[in-house]
């Protein structure tokens, strides 16, 4: 710990960061009418599925990175990082790898974690970069957690259709299972599955666990009757500066409210309030899009996962609500002029958004082969892209050059969308509607049993491998559901074979 504290004091010297407040929105240089008529040419999609389209390979554009085959395929620095800036990479490398310890500590440059908290640092959730998994029935619930809330509450902001809800009264908005020494915890997560058998066209036939969540040895009297409960998985952390540097212009070129063109999906936009002034903005993380910017969600990660206060989140005690008295009461890792008067001050904050800006997105494996080409078609012909938009380019931008103008290949639209009952939670967030979700991007995740060691997919990981994760699609994606299940098996097969290749 003391080695982390030096190296940070250190990096007053390094290369300045491009970073702070003023990066909210970035700092974008407008595209030309020629560059636009270009971009549009180059993002049709393909008509000749026998071969891969150009720079298919490079998911994440020059940014990508060369695939490593074990574990640490997720956790490189952006492919055409210069050399200036991998120190700072670094630098939010240990600040996100670091265990964070309660107050008070012989550790000063790593205490304040908690009260209440979910875990000490940001990687024991997001797990070598990669996602989460459920808990085994005698493991606590470290990469996984519960949302809370219940109906009611004020408009947080002039945003239209916001569902006003409010964090459940006594343990707020998130249910935390770890506590500092001496402060009740708040309990358990628990699950029950029930396996749901499905049967496919060719009579083969797939097993779905159905979850249903509950909470047990609650610390603090019972929850509010009307409680809702949305579980989360952490998710991978590769491309998400890329992500961020979608025009916006381009994903709500995509939004389909009322499904004008009838072909039955929608697509609705997440806006939400984001950095100091709660502007609203597109919601572009979270799986429900509750976060505009890589900085408010990390931001939003030390306060509700980790307790830990920032710029963004100044209350030292984290996800502590006023009924919980011992724990807003506890002593706090802030101090008067130390870190910024904050438990994380500005410069890491700083660092660790960089860092969740620039994990590289792995190359893909084996564009040309046939099988995974016809694949590829199959996800076309299924409806597959109507929500996992394939390519984009990203937009200029001032002061980061590693997300600057790429084509990328991530595979989502960044929308909500009504996914049915079988997926719902039935906890609105902002915008999204408790049976909605934001389609996540299919980058890497090919890559996610090397990386994690399993293959445990969706918000709640409940799908235990790549099929099973598209037959619990619904609603509005029912029939691209329905497709798959239609298939022949070489080519459910071949569908497979092309997302493993992502
Ligand atoms: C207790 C587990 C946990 C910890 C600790 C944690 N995260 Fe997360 N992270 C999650 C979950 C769950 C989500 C999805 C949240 C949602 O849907 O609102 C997430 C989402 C994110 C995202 C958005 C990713 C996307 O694709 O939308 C970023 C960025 C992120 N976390 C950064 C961090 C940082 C930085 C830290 C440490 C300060 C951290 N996280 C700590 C569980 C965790
Ligand atoms: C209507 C929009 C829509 C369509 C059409 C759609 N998806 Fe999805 N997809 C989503 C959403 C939203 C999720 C996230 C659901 C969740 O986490 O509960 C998702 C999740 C996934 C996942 C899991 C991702 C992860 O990181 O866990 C895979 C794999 C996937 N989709 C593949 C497909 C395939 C293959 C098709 C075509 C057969 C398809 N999807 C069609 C919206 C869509």
Redesign the pocket.
């Known amino acids: 710990m003391r080695r982390v504290l030096t190296i940070v004091l250190a990096v007053a010297g390094g290369p300045a960061l491009a970073q702070g407040p003023e990066d909210m929105p970035l700092q974008v240089i407008p595209r030309t009418a020629a560059e636009t008529a270009r971009i549009a040419r180059v993002l049709a999609a393909p008509q000749d599925f026998s071969k891969a389209e150009m720079f298919e390979a490079k998911s994440g554009g020059a940014a990508s990175v060369r695939v490593r085959p074990g574990a640490d395929a997720f956790s490189q620095f952006s492919g055409n990082m210069a050399f200036d800036r991998q120190m700072n990479f670094n630098l939010g490398n240990a ?2 790898t670091k265990a964070w310890v309660p107050s008070p500590a012989s550790t000063l440059a790593s205490d304040g974690l908690g009260p209440l ?6 990687q ?3 797990l070598k970069d990669g996602r ?1 998994h459920v808990p085994g029935p005698q493991e606590s619930a ?4 519960l ?1 809370l809330s219940v109906p009611g509450g004020g408009n947080p902001a002039e945003i239209k259709d916001w569902l006003a809800t409010q964090d459940e009264p006594t343990y707020g908005g998130q249910f935390q299972d770890f506590a500092a020494t001496g402060i009740a915890s708040e309990g358990r997560m628990v699950i029950d599955y029930t396996e749901v058998p499905v049967t496919l066209a060719d009579g083969s036939v797939v097993s779905l666990r159905a979850p249903r969540y509950s909470v047990a040895d609650l610390g603090y009297g019972p929850m509010a009757s009307d409680v809702m409960l949305s579980p ?6 590769i491309g ?1 500066g890329l ?1 961020e540097a979608i025009p916006e212009a381009d994903i709500l070129a995509q939004v389909d409210e009322e499904d004008a063109d009838g072909d039955g999906i929608s697509g609705r936009a997440s806006m939400v309030p984001a950095g100091a002034d709660g502007a609203p903005m597109l919601g ?5 899009g ?2 505009a910017a ?1 900085r408010d ?2 931001a ?3 306060q509700g ?2 307790g ?1 206060s920032t710029a963004l989140h100044t209350d030292p005690w984290g996800d502590c609500t006023a009924a919980q008295t011992a724990c807003r009461a506890a002593i706090s890792g802030q101090e008067p002029g130390v870190r910024d008067g904050l438990e ?1 001050d500005h410069q890491s904050l700083d660092l ?2 960089f ?2 800006r620039n994990l590289g997105v792995p190359e893909r494996r084996g564009v040309d082969d046939p099988q995974i080409l016809r694949g590829k078609q199959v996800f076309y012909d299924s409806g597959c892209t109507s929500c996992h938009t394939p390519k984009y380019v990203t937009d200029r931008l001032k002061d980061q050059p590693e997300q600057s103008f790429q084509l990328i290949w991530p595979y989502t639209d960044l929308l909500l969308h009504d996914m049915g009952p079988g997926l719902a939670d039935n906890r609105p ?1 902002g915008r999204a509607t408790g049976s909605e979700w ?1 389609t ?2 299919l980058w890497g995740i090919g890559l996610t049993a090397h990386v994690s060691g399993h293959t445990e997919f969706l ?1 709640d990981g409940r799908a235990r491998n790549l099929l099973e994760a598209v037959l619990w699609h619904g609603g509005e994606a029912q029939a691209s559901r329905d497709a798959v299940v239609a298939l022949p098996k070489d080519d459910r097969d071949a569908i497979i074979a092309f997302l493993e290749s992502l």
């Open positions: 600040l996100f908290f979910n875990a000490r640092g940001c024991d959730c997001h989460g470290v990469s996984m957690f949302r989360r998985i952490a998710p991978q952390m998400l992500l572009r993380f979270g799986f429900k509750g976060k890589i969600q990390s939003a990660a030390f996962d980790m830990l994380v660790v958004t860092y969740a967030e934001k996540p991007p918000h």
